[in-house]
T-cell receptor, first 115, second 113 residues
């Protein structure tokens, strides 16, 4: 199956710093990438939809200035958590799909801990 | 999927028994559904999918049933094994409104050896 690589797998940062998470589709061109957030023992919550070459579409309640998404190519999307605070600590997961009706392929997730 | 934010319900089964995991969705326009398995600290893994023009699909040891009338999806795992212990999520997509997938609450499955 298709492989989605997410990096880093874990990051610890100080409050007020920014953190960038990368998501790459390794063996296919991802027309769309999605970013999810997951709290312990809870479901995945869709944050935003990222299409290559265009601005990301954010779900209601997600601050676009806080969570900057860039989808510069068909194989790379990045999520930057700006001025991170302890409440941003969470498990962030990216996923990618090639076309409508294609199943989602997920990265391995990034555990962000903000001190 | 629906009920994002609620804590996970749990299901415990004996090794070798069959497991049935249920999921409700709220969007009547949803026409594509996927079951995922997630192990602790990892991203979700694809298990099986089904489109709305079907009501049943079988894979290896797994079967997905779709009841569009009541907006309900189930995942049946035959002869459950300890390696099946994980959290299971359903996700749905409504192609008429976009290609986003929304996840259900999830169920934590524990297989007792």
């Amino acid at each position: 199956g298709a492989v989605v690589s997410q990096h880093p797998s874990r990051v610890i940062c100080k409050s007020g710093t920014s953190v960038k998470i990368e998501c790459r589709s390794l063996d296919f061109q991802a027309t769309t990438m999605f970013w999810y957030r997951q709290f312990p023992k809870q479901s995945l919550m869709l944050m935003a939809t990222s299409n290559e070459g265009s601005k990301a579409t954010y779900e209601q309640g997600v601050e676009k200035d806080k969570f900057l998404i860039n989808h510069a190519s068909l194989t790379l999307s990045t999520l930057t958590v700006t001025s991170a605070h302890p409440e941003d600590s969470s498990f962030y997961i990216c996923s990618a799909t090639a076309e409508l009706y294609e199943k989602l392929f997920f990265g391995s997730g990034t555990q962000l801990s903000v001190l | 999927g629906e009920s994002v934010g609620l804590h996970l319900p749990t299901l415990s089964v004996q090794e070798g028994d069959n497991s049935i995991i249920n999921c409700a969705y709220s969007n009547s326009a949803s026409d594509y559904f996927i079951w995922y398995k997630q192990e602790s600290g990892k991203g979700p893994q694809f298990i099986i999918d089904i489109r709305s023009n079907m009501d049943k699909r079988q894979g290896q040891r797994v079967t997905v049933l779709l009841n569009k009338t009541v907006k309900h999806l189930s995942l049946q795992i035959a002869a459950t094994q300890p390696g099946d212990s994980a959290v299971y999520f359903c996700a749905d997509q409504a192609s008429s409104t976009g290609n986003q997938f929304y996840f259900g609450t999830g169920t934590s499955l524990t297989v007792i050896p």
